[in-house]
């Protein structure tokens, strides 16, 4: 099992930056791939970055060239540092860890979310 925890969260202005981190503990392997995810009410869950244990990055279309994410490996943590946030970026923000695992195969791991809210 892996448990993920986020933090970060909170109310900021438009224009203003917000640094979530997500904490991963447990039964992590050393090849996985860690996603950031957001919801907003009454949309669909949206990837919006993704990292490997190798340090490749991609991001959704919505948010390149503001977010960026990034890994410390040693420290089983992940940042997705969000900058010249809109409106539009308000949802919940879930960690999620996927990795293939010996016995259960593709296994998908999700933090409880936290909450980013942008005023304008």
């Known amino acids: 099992q892996v448990q993920l925890v986020e933090s970060g969260g909170g109310l900021v202005r438009a224009g203003g930056s917000l640094r979530l981190s997500c904490a991963a503990s447990g039964n992590i392997y050393s090849d996985n791939i860690i996603n950031w995810y957001r919801q907003a009410p009454g949309e669909q869950r949206e990837l919006v970055a993704s990292i490997s244990t190798s340090g490749t990055t991609s991001y959704g279309n919505t948010v390149k060239g503001r977010f960026t994410i990034s890994r410390d490996s040693a420290k089983n943590t992940v940042s997705l540092q969000m900058s010249s946030l809109e409106p539009e970026d308000t949802a919940v923000y879930y960690c999620?860890?996927?990795?293939?695992?010996?016995?259960?195969?593709?296994?998908?791991?999700w933090g409880q979310g936290t909450q980013v809210t942008v005023s304008s």
């Open positions: 999620n860890l996927v990795q293939i695992e010996k016995l259960s195969g593709p296994s998908n791991y």
